[in-house]
């Protein structure tokens, strides 16, 4: 399983969906969830994601490429991610 960005919008005009999705799947092909939407072309960008659900896949061992990781870092999700991870290990 892989966190990804999907690309929507126009051509010139990007704007991407955060995407759980098999590692198998083409880009723009299959997804299981949205998680969110980037707008890179928003002045500044835009980043809007569902932190409970990109916890949830982060938990459920799904891997973020480097962008979305990125990403999840602007918005929080990460943070929750590594807080509920160290408070449930041993």
């Given at each position: 399983m892989k966190?990804?960005?999907m690309r929507m919008?126009?051509?010139?005009?990007p704007v991407?969906?955060?995407?759980?999705?098999?590692s198998r799947s083409p880009r723009d092909g299959r997804f299981i969830e949205i998680?969110?939407?980037?707008?890179?072309?928003?002045e500044p960008s835009r980043v809007l994601i569902d932190?409970?659900?990109?916890?949830?896949w982060l938990n459920d061992g799904a891997q973020p490429?480097?962008?979305?990781?990125?990403?999840?870092t602007q918005s929080g999700a990460m943070d929750q991610f590594k807080s509920a991870?160290?408070?449930t290990s041993p």
């Open positions: 966190l990804r960005l919008g126009k051509k010139k005009q991407y969906r955060v995407v759980a999705a098999d998680l969110g939407t980037y707008e890179p072309r928003a932190n409970d659900k990109a916890v949830r490429t480097e962008t979305v990781a990125r990403l999840l991870s160290a408070g």
